[in-house]
C-alpha cells in the first residue's frame, strides 16, 4: 500500500532530523544520564580505577545539604545570580528607553555598548582581572585620583569585595544583552498607542506606567528568565578572575562543581552539584512557562 504525500513528507521529516537526534543523545542525553547515576554512587580518585562504586542513595545530597560550603556556595550563587539581575535588567532598561528615541549617533553609541557583550566571556575575565588589579589596576587608579580610597584596595583577594568585583564584571556583559532584548520589545509598541494616549491627556508617567509596562511584560519575563539562567549557572568569569577564593567567597555551584570533581577527585560529589544545579534551572524553567501560560490567557 502506496503511502499518502502527507505521510511520506513526514517520514522524510524525522529520516532528516534523526542526525542531529542521535547526536544530541550521544552528546547530551547520555552524560546527562551518567551524571544523575554518579551522584548515587560513591565514586573518587581511590575507587576510579578498579571501577568499585559503591550505590549510597541520596547520602550525597545528605552530605552536601550538611556542608557549611555547600551552604556558603549555594548563597553566593542566589546572591550573584539576584544582584547581577538586578543592576543589568535596571540598567538595561534605561538604556533601552534612551535608545529607543531617535536622535544623532544613536546607532553608533548603541553599537558601542554592546561591545561588552559580543567579547568572548574569558577575555572579559581577563579585562575585569586585570581592572582590579591591587598595583597598576585601572579601578584602584580611578579611586585614588579622585581620593575615594587612600589606599590601592585589593578587590580579588578580600573576601569582602571579590564577589562584588565579579559582579561588577558580570553587569558589564549583561547591561547590553538586557538592553538589545528589552528595546526589540520597546520598537514592537506602536506609536499610534502613545499618541492616543498623549491626546487623551495621559503624562509621560502615565503612559510609562499604563502602556510601556503592561506591553514589555512578555519581553521583561524573557530577559529576566533567560538573565536567570546564564547568571545562575556561570563559570568561566569566576574561574579565571577568582577561581573561586579567596576561601569560597567567590565560589558558585558551578565554579564548586568543577572543583570537587576535577580538582579534589570526588566525581560523585561533583555530579551532585551539577544535578543540583540542573533541579534550581528546572524548577526556574516550568515557573517560567506557567507564568506564560497565564499571560497567554
Known amino acids: 500500500m502506496k503511502l499518502s504525500m502527507a505521510a511520506k513528507k513526514s ?18 542525553g547520555y552524560p546527562f544520564l551518567y551524571n544523575i547515576d554518579l551522584s548515587f554512587k560513591n565514586l573518587n580518585v581511590k575507587n576510579f580505577s578498579n571501577g568499585e562504586s559503591m550505590f549510597v542513595g541520596l547520602e550525597n545530597y545528605k552530605a552536601l545539604f550538611a556542608d557549611p560550603t555547600f551552604r556558603l556556595v549555594f548563597k ?51 579585562l575585569g582581572k586585570n581592572l582590579f588589579l591591587l598595583d597598576g589596576g585601572v579601578i584602584n587608579d580611578l579611586l585614588m585620583k579622585l581620593h575615594l580610597v587612600s589606599s590601592p584596595v585589593d578587590w580579588l583577594v578580600n573576601g569582602s569585595t571579590a564577589l562584588g568585583a565579579v559582579i561588577a564584571v ?37 503612559r510609562f506606567l499604563y502602556i510601556t509596562l503592561p506591553l514589555m511584560k512578555p519581553a521583561m519575563l524573557s530577559v529576566l528568565m533567560l538573565g536567570f539562567i546564564y547568571t545562575f549557572k556561570a563559570f568561566d568569569l569566576m574561574f579565571i578572575m577568582t577561581a573561586g577564593g579567596p576561601f569560597n567567597s567567590t565560589d558558585v555551584l558551578g565554579t564548586y562543581a568543577y572543583s570537587r570533581a576535577f580538582t579534589q577527585y570526588e566525581f560523585s560529589q561533583g555530579s551532585t552539584i551539577a544535578i543540583i544545579l540542573f533541579i534550581c534551572l528546572f524548577c526556574v524553567g516550568l515557573f517560567y512557562l506557567k507564568l506564560l501560560g497565564k499571560e497567554e490567557d
Open 76 to 126: 553566593n550563587t542566589v546572591v550573584f545570580t539576584l544582584a547581577c539581575l538586578a543592576i543589568q535588567f535596571t540598567i538595561g532598561f534605561l538604556f533601552a528607553m534612551f535608545f529607543s528615541k531617535k536622535f544623532t549617533l544613536a546607532g553608533p553609541i548603541r553599537g558601542l555598548v554592546l561591545v561588552g557583550y559580543m567579547m568572548p566571556m574569558s577575555v572579559t575575565a581577563l
Open 11 to 28: 517520514r522524510e521529516a524525522y529520516i532528516f532530523i534523526l542526525p542531529a537526534f542521535i547526536y544530541l543523545l550521544v552528546v547530551c
Open 170 to 206: 558580570n553587569c558589564w556583559v549583561g547591561i547590553p544583552f538586557n538592553m538589545l532584548l528589552l528595546t526589540s520589545g520597546l520598537t514592537g509598541i506602536s506609536d499610534d498607542i502613545y499618541e492616543g494616549a498623549s491626546i487623551d491627556g495621559a503624562t509621560s508617567f502615565q
